[in-house]
Nanobody, 125 residues
Framework: QVQLVESGGGLVQPGGSLSLSCAAS????????MGWYRQAPGKQRELVAD???????HYAASVKGRFTISRDNAQNTVDLQMNSLKPEDTAVYYC???????????????????WGQGTQVTVSS
């Protein structure tokens, strides 16, 4: 069974920095895209940043230049370094993995998507 476990997050003052990490566990062969989404109260979940297995990155316009996404393919982890945080960055941040190929017993499941449980990021003075 594939699981995504996030760590990091918390409370930070405007202008501060936080780092999020996500580790995918299970009998994983490969993950195509890993990324971070966020959902603020009363708003839809939105993409923050994602990264392919070939290290191609994509950022939301609102975080470009402030956030940096990186991954370790061998460890199936993805990190998000968040700098110059603003109050509008406050949200629950979710780790996502798409195009996952993994074994469930002897059965190989391919091209699946998974979500983490989410971690709260609050930017406030």
């Amino acid at each position: 069974q594939v699981q995504l476990v996030e760590s990091g997050g918390g409370l930070v003052q405007p202008g501060g920095s936080l780092s999020l990490s996500c580790a995918a566990s299970g009998r994983i062969l490969s993950i195509n895209v890993m990324g971070w989404y966020r959902q603020a109260p009363g708003k839809q979940r939105e993409l923050v940043a994602d990264i392919t297995s070939g290290d191609t990155t994509h950022y939301a316009a609102s975080v470009k230049g402030r956030f940096t996404i990186s991954r370790d393919n061998a460890q199936n982890t993805v990190d998000l370094q968040m700098n110059s945080l603003k109050p509008e960055d406050t949200a629950v941040y979710y780790c996502n993995a798409e195009g996952v190929s993994a074994y469930y017993g002897t059965y190989l499941r391919t091209n699946r998507g998974y979500w983490g449980q989410g971690t709260q990021v609050t930017v406030s003075s």
